[in-house]
């Protein structure tokens, strides 16, 4: 019986598109294969602009309390938070509900 050595395609890199046909496909079907969409494979300007407005809008106020915690832990941290939430506090002191909302938030996670 003779010996069959397999052969293996190369793996495909982020660059090239690669079509590895089916094993009982001939050659003019793999060549009549549509061409892979590749306008899927970079995200959109949109959505990075729509995932950098939501971290900028929910996750940095919430993060404050977390902070809260770690000052208390960490003492020494309080001027690098101080300037990381300095923006924050800002908002707090132009909008009254703002600040009362940031002041509730703050006593939920232990501060005062």
């Not at 061409?35 to 407005?53: I, K, T």
Request: glycine share 4%; aromatic share 12%; no cysteine.
């Amino acid at each position: 019986m003779a010996s069959v050595t397999p052969t293996f395609a190369p793996l495909p890199s982020s660059t090239v598109q690669t079509y590895l046909p089916h094993m009982q496909e001939t050659l003019e079907q793999a060549k009549a294969a549509p061409a892979a969409d590749s306008s899927r494979d970079h995200p959109s300007f949109f959505g990075l602009w729509f995932w950098a407005v939501i971290l900028l809008l929910v996750i940095y106020p919430l993060s404050t309390g977390p902070a809260v915690r770690i000052n208390q832990v960490y003492p020494a941290s309080r001027p690098v938070l101080e300037a990381v939430y300095k923006p924050l506090e800002l908002l707090a002191d132009i909008s009254p509900p703002i600040g009362r909302l940031f002041k509730l938030y703050f006593t939920m996670w232990g501060g005062r």
